[in-house]
């Protein structure tokens, strides 16, 4: 009987994450992140939550001083932002900021924060 309990609060478990596939990456906010944020929940798995569940817009910059044109933002932006130039130094530069969503997949993904969004 014991194991059958297991099951059904398992299988609630998978509904209820189920129904907010937008939170299961770290590229992505979820329906469920303002929620998280209340209950103090920081962390799931690998995901960081911190300031997901913030409401960030504005323009999107980049520090050139710390890009290392390590290409992942190009790689991640689903609209396009960015553009590699290649020349004597391999360069990221903001190509068509007008397409940003301001997804922060770009932001979330940068290993040197050189990316972050501002007014």
Do not use: W
Request: glycine fraction near 10%; aromatic fraction near 8%.
């Amino acid at each position: 009987m014991h194991v059958r309990n297991l099951f059904f609060v398992a299988m609630g478990l998978v509904m209820v994450i189920g129904i907010d596939f937008g939170g299961v990456s770290p590229l992505y906010k979820s329906d469920f992140d303002p929620l998280l944020d209340k209950l103090g929940i920081r962390r799931i798995g690998p995901v960081d939550l911190r300031g997901r569940a913030k409401i960030t817009g504005g323009k999107i910059t980049l520090n050139q001083a710390r890009c290392t044109a390590c290409e992942i933002c190009y790689d991640v932006c689903p609209t396009g932002v960015y553009e590699i130039e290649k020349g004597e130094h391999k360069k990221v530069v903001i190509k068509y900021p007008n397409l940003c969503e301001a997804c922060e997949a770009c932001v979330l993904q940068c290993p040197t924060r050189a990316l972050s969004f501002g007014v």
